[in-house]
């Protein structure tokens, strides 16, 4: 079973850091590309972050500068450090997974308020 388990949100004042883990299992990790989505309640599903196999990253450009994604391929999991926080990062962020198959994680909140 492919399981994309998300971990480390919470609630955090406007600039503050958070750091998201993604673990992964079921899956031959090193060949995915792994991205970050966030969703607000009733807002469209974004892009903010994603990595493929050779190390390769792209960032929303509202995230740009602010964030950084990386992965550890011998511990199966990638990684969203996200410092100067602002309100409108408020959301679910899950943890995604492609090859030649789709997955999703089942989100973690992050809350940024004063």
């Known amino acids: 079973q492919v399981q994309l388990v998300e971990s480390g949100g919470g609630l955090v004042q406007p600039g503050g850091s958070l750091r998201l883990s993604c673990a992964a299992s079921?899956?031959?990790?090193?060949?995915?590309?792994m991205k970050w989505y966030r969703q607000a309640p009733g807002k469209e599903r974004e892009l903010v972050a994603g990595i493929i196999p050779s190390g390769r990253t792209n960032y929303a450009d509202s995230v740009t500068g602010r964030f950084t994604i990386s992965r550890d391929n011998a511990k199966n999991t990638v990684y969203l450090r996200m410092n100067s926080l602002k309100p409108e990062d408020t959301a679910g962020y899950y943890c995604?997974?492609?090859?030649?198959?789709?997955?999703w994680g089942k989100g973690t909140l992050v809350t940024v308020s004063s």
């Open positions: 995604n997974a492609h090859s030649t198959e789709d997955y």
């Open positions: 079921g899956l031959i990790f090193r060949i995915n590309t």
